[in-house]
């Protein structure tokens, strides 16, 4: 059977796709079949994957489109694959990502191996003490104008695989399955949600952006996390002359600024003693604007540095209300522990890399919610504010390694 193939495709490389969207979890598509559905009937589900694109006569579904919301209000589109096709994707992003991979620019940061947004700030913050001004922008809807054309171009730059060619090029026409069930066809774009998706999209802005940077603009370092990124100038005349170029540049591609999110900032401190409106600016989650830090020996200064944004505290405050933990007097402590901790400690360790004690106000805001809780379940707390908060307070001096706010020494009743 297996020498009628056309391509040659290993049956490991799909198993190993599977065991990867496996473990990247995600909803079922427009078939409803979710993951333990598929893997219930993996051994054939996987055959008939390999079978149909070793013959070249696999053609990807209708992605289903979902709604979602937006941080700054809105909504936008994702685009969401059945399981077979996430793992269809995964095997020709296992072929084709590590002949493109070597070839991404180090200061791109999203979507990468051995790459991360912790990257991309500690690089970022460093720059901002070197250079005065930054020009901060948004690439708008980067996932759903991407030149079909001019992509299958760099793709076919990178490999000459006839068969990850063929699939790259159906998945980039798949159409959407609206919610209301009309199907929507394609001529720009790549689905985001799609497997393939974040490596196809580095690469056309590899070639958009990264190389062209480095060609006309050598003397103004970036960081680039998928459509987000900061550029750095010695002066606001080469931040807004840079604005202009990118400007065209991104019309030649078929792409455009986002008006809003593009922005020309002025990294203050103390050492720098220009008068600017723009002295903030947002990236990954972080506001980088001049605070107050303390040097070696003790002295205060005012240093242009980043923390949490109030953006990103607000929604792990919102997420902590969506919990409902008074709702859950079952539980014990240890039960809210084990259910909590995983999610807390993961914001910690993206949000507390810098200027940590901005996180605190976030973990402060679990303690109300914990003593909230604590009201709710035991009878002589439940009109006491002050004796609940003291009752949680005992406890978690006794156990601080309970919880990881209280690790950190953010302990209920204390501030």
Not at 251 to 278: F, M, N, Q, S
Not at 353 to 361: A, I
């Amino acid at each position: 059977m297996d020498e009628t193939k056309s391509y040659e495709i290993s049956k490991h490389v799909v198993l190993e796709a599977f065991k990867r969207v496996k473990a990247n979890k995600g909803a079922a598509g427009i078939d409803g079949e979710d993951l333990e559905t598929f893997e219930s009937n993996l051994k054939n589900n996987l055959y008939k994957i390999w079978n149909r694109m070793s013959s070249g006569s696999y053609f990807p579904p209708a992605v289903k489109a979902v709604e979602i919301p937006k941080k700054n209000g809105g909504t936008r589109m994702l685009g969401v694959p059945t399981v077979a096709d996430r793992v269809a994707q995964m095997v020709a992003k296992l072929y084709f990502e590590p002949r493109v991979e070597p070839c991404f620019h180090p200061d791109s940061y999203g979507y990468r191996p051995g790459k991360s947004a912790v990257d991309a700030l500690k690089v970022t913050r460093q720059r901002c003490w070197r250079y005065d001004w930054v020009l901060e922008f948004d690439i708008k809807g980067l996932f759903d104008n991407i030149d079909h054309e001019l992509l299958m171009k760099a793709v076919c730059k990178h490999t000459d695989n006839p068969w990850v060619i063929l699939y790259i090029k159906r998945w980039l026409k798949v159409p959407f399955q609206m919610p209301d069930g009309t199907v929507e066809e394609r001529t720009k774009g790549t689905p985001q949600g799609g497997v393939i998706s974040p490596v196809l999209a580095n690469l056309f802005l590899h070639y958009a952006f990264d190389k062209w940077m480095e060609k006309h603009h050598p003397n103004k370092p970036f960081a680039r996390y998928a459509d987000d990124a900061v550029a750095h100038c010695r002066s606001r005349q080469g931040a807004e002359g840079l604005r202009k170029s990118l400007e065209t540049r991104f019309a030649e591609c078929g792409l455009e600024l986002h008006p809003i999110k593009t922005r020309i900032v002025y990294c203050k401190d103390d050492d720098r003693r220009g008068d600017y409106l723009e002295t903030t600016f947002d990236f990954l989650g972080y506001t980088f604007r001049p605070r107050r830090s303390k040097n070696k020996d003790g002295k205060f200064f005012i240093n242009f540095t980043p923390a949490v944004s109030n953006k990103a505290k607000k929604a792990m405050q919102q997420t902590i209300h969506d919990w409902r933990m008074h709702l859950k007097p079952d539980k014990t402590l240890e039960d809210l522990a084990h259910m909590f901790n995983p999610i807390l400690r993961g914001w910690v360790n993206y949000y507390g890399r810098f200027y940590k004690s901005e996180m605190y106000s976030v973990l402060k805001h679990m303690n109300r919610a914990l003593v909230r809780w604590a009201r709710r379940k035991y009878k002589k707390l439940a009109i006491h504010q002050q004796r609940a908060d003291a009752w949680l307070g005992r406890i978690a001096r006794r156990e601080q390694k309970l919880f990881v706010q209280w690790q950190m020494g953010v302990l209920p009743g204390a501030g």
